[in-house]
């Protein structure tokens, strides 16, 4: 019998191969699964948009008016006896990228933005601005 013929095992050349085939797979399959990521990503920080608002509308009917900064809905508020720590957002909201939600109160008016993966004004696609018309 021949040690040829009795061979186990592959060779550099196979293992190679199957390597390629692997990383070829990969290289179509990341892409999607980043672009479902981010579309996720949006989602939440839709979700997340929406109970910050109603945790503004707990504090405006608690409060008469509308926190000065959104830490207020996580902090004892020395304007509001009626709000307290115990609030309905457990921590100070960051968007699901990490960046800080957009907050601007004028007058008894507010407006509340995520500014998308980039963090930054504008930009489109996964980098664009989620504001309150397109959680309503």
């Given at each position: 019998?021949?040690?040829?013929?009795?061979?186990?095992?592959?060779?550099?050349?196979?293992?190679?191969?199957?390597?390629?085939?692997?990383?070829?797979?990969?290289?179509?399959?990341?892409?999607?699964?980043?672009?479902?990521?981010?579309?996720?990503?949006?989602?939440?920080?839709?979700?997340?948009?929406?109970?910050?608002?109603?945790?503004?509308?707990?504090?405006?009917?608690?409060?008469?008016?509308?926190?000065?900064?959104?830490?207020?809905?996580?902090?004892?508020?020395a304007n509001c006896s009626n709000?307290?720590?115990?609030?309905?957002?457990?921590?100070?909201?960051?968007?699901?990228?990490?960046?800080?939600?957009?907050?601007?109160?004028?007058?008894?008016?507010?407006?509340?933005?995520?500014?998308?993966?980039?963090?930054?004004?504008?930009?489109?696609?996964?980098?664009?601005?989620?504001?309150?018309?397109?959680?309503?």
């Amino acid at each position: 019998m021949s040690p040829i013929s009795n061979r186990k095992g592959m060779t550099l050349i196979e293992i190679m191969i199957v390597l390629a085939i692997i990383g070829g797979i990969a290289a179509l399959l990341l892409p999607r699964l980043t672009g479902q990521l981010d579309k996720a990503k949006q989602k939440e920080a839709r979700i997340q948009m929406s109970q910050i608002v109603n945790a503004l509308s707990m504090y405006y009917t608690d409060c008469g008016k509308n926190p000065a900064a959104l830490e207020n809905l996580v902090t004892q508020d020395a304007n509001c006896s009626n709000w307290g720590p115990e609030a309905y957002l457990k921590k100070s909201p960051k968007d699901p990228w990490g960046h800080d939600f957009v907050y601007e109160l004028n007058g008894n008016e507010y407006n509340l933005k995520c500014l998308g993966k980039d963090g930054k004004e504008g930009g489109s696609g996964y980098d664009s601005d989620i504001t309150l018309e397109d959680i309503q």
